[in-house]
């Protein structure tokens, strides 16, 4: 029995995975760093790859034109020889897209590439209200007359040899519910410089961070809901798709009630947590997140000047109004499906933009992200980042979508551990 059981044990473990696909469409610029100047024309490339070759006599769909806006639609093009070359151009900065749906033995396989122009020129479309930084000061203020009435029960299961971790809690403001989520905090008696993880869209479990600089960091990763983050994946799959779906377009012609009103004032007194910990050594405090993350990690640096740093990966809610302009926003993309949206909802969501944020920026703070980006298209992402005028650099890694790579990753943590001043 004992030699069934470890056959069984090795015939599992060395069980074939399933890894990506064996068709590859490739859109290749003819520039190596895919960035042009206006009016260049730009060649793309378009090949089908099967087994590191070639396929010919592919039928193709493309689109190619501006991002979310295509000029140029064609559909069962067929490849000779191999490969396909489209053209494009823009006279105004911005990014040309060049996206490809082949069809290959009954399956769809797709691919893209982003050209750049003139990014660096991109300017927001999103208005600034005139009273932004009194609302959010009043906002907050009001929170901050609650008190946080935090709950910190430690989980030994996720405790490392040098961190005790701790599931947590803490009142947002009067009627607005508390916030959850893990603490890591150094073992070893001392004073600490803190790290605060926030959540890219969704709704989910979280593990917490005790791997940045384990032993030398305080670290909380929360989510936004108002819910435990320790229960089991049913339970926020059963919300994702029910009483939280969509959550990101509640109440979005109330600057009061939207949705997002809660949970910046939620992240923001994630940062009165952590700096009423008696083990912050009250001094060094960066943000960091990607996607509604990203978002929300310029949101937090530009409210508060207790924040020493951010660093944001592909930011999320950037310049909602650009789709008005049919100019690519980010997520979520409110104002694409909507021809005529309200003057209550264009007021509302002018609070609630990653630009009008990126304005008040005066903290050091490193970005990342790619061309290919179709969540968060890069021309909604230079809005903000052009507007900043505090220290900040931009990491590119162009051929990447709404996902970084392992070296990405890599450059992303040690840029956090170079601020925190930590060895990993």
């Known amino acids: 029995m004992l030699f069934a059981c470890l056959l069984l044990t090795v015939i599992f473990r060395g069980e074939a995975q399933i890894r990506d696909k064996e068709i590859f469409v490739l859109v290749s610029p003819d520039h ?16 089908v790859i099967k087994a590191q070759n070639p396929l010919e006599d592919v039928t193709i769909d493309y689109e190619l034109g501006p991002e979310m806006y295509p000029t140029e639609t064609q559909k069962d093009v067929q490849l000779k020889n191999g490969k ?15 996206k490809v749906k082949a069809h290959v033995n009954g399956r769809t396989y797709t691919g893209l590439a982003t050209a750049a122009y003139a990014p660096e020129n991109l300017r927001p479309i999103t208005q600034l209200p005139s009273d932004f930084q ?5 906002t907050l203020a009001r929170a901050r007359q609650t008190p946080l009435n935090p709950t910190m029960t430690l989980l030994p299961e996720r405790c490392t040899a040098t961190n005790n971790v701790y599931h947590v809690s803490f009142q947002v403001a009067e009627g607005k519910g508390r916030f959850y989520g893990i603490l890591s905090v150094p073992k070893k008696e ?12 969704g709704v989910r479990p979280y593990g917490g961070d005790s791997y940045t600089a384990p032993g030398k960091l305080i670290t909380l990763e929360i989510g936004i809901h108002g819910i435990p983050v320790t229960m089991a994946p049913d339970v926020y799959n059963a919300l994702a798709s029910g009483a939280l779906n969509n959550y990101q377009t509640f109440r979005r012609n109330n600057r009061d009630q939207f949705y997002y009103n809660r949970v910046i004032t939620g992240v923001l007194r994630a940062v009165d947590f952590l700096c009423e910990l008696p083990q912050f050594d009250g001094q060094t405090l960066g943000v960091t997140g990607s996607s509604q993350g990203g978002a929300l990690s310029v949101i937090t640096a530009a409210l508060d000047s207790r924040v020493s740093f951010f660093a ?26 909507e021809e005529t949206p309200s003057e209550e909802e264009q007021q509302t969501l002018r609070y609630y ?10 903290v050091p703070g490193w970005f990342s992200w790619g061309f290919n980006d179709e969540t968060c298209p890069p021309t909604s992402m230079y809005s903000a980042y052009n507007v900043i005028t505090s220290p900040k650099e931009l990491s590119l890694y162009i051929e990447t ?8 990753w890599d450059e992303w943590q040690k840029w956090l551990r170079g601020q925190l001043k930590v060895e990993e």
Request: charged share 25%; net charge positive; hydrophobic share 35%.
């Open 32 to 47: 190596p760093d895919w960035t042009y100047r206006l009016n260049e024309t730009c060649t793309f490339t378009v090949r």
């Open 84 to 98: 396909l070359q489209l053209r494009g151009s823009m006279k105004e900065p911005g990014f040309l897209r060049c």
């Open 134 to 138: 009194e609302f959010w000061g009043k």
């Open 190 to 201: 001392g004073k600490y410089p803190a790290l605060l993880r926030v959540p890219g869209a």
């Open 312 to 337: 944001a990966v592909v930011p999320a809610l950037c310049d909602h109004e650009a789709s008005i302009k049919k100019r690519a926003c980010g997520w979520p993309h409110y104002y694409f499906y």
């Open 353 to 362: 933009d990653t630009v009008n944020f990126a304005r008040l920026l005066k």
């Open 401 to 408: 979508g709404h996902y970084w790579y392992q070296e990405q």
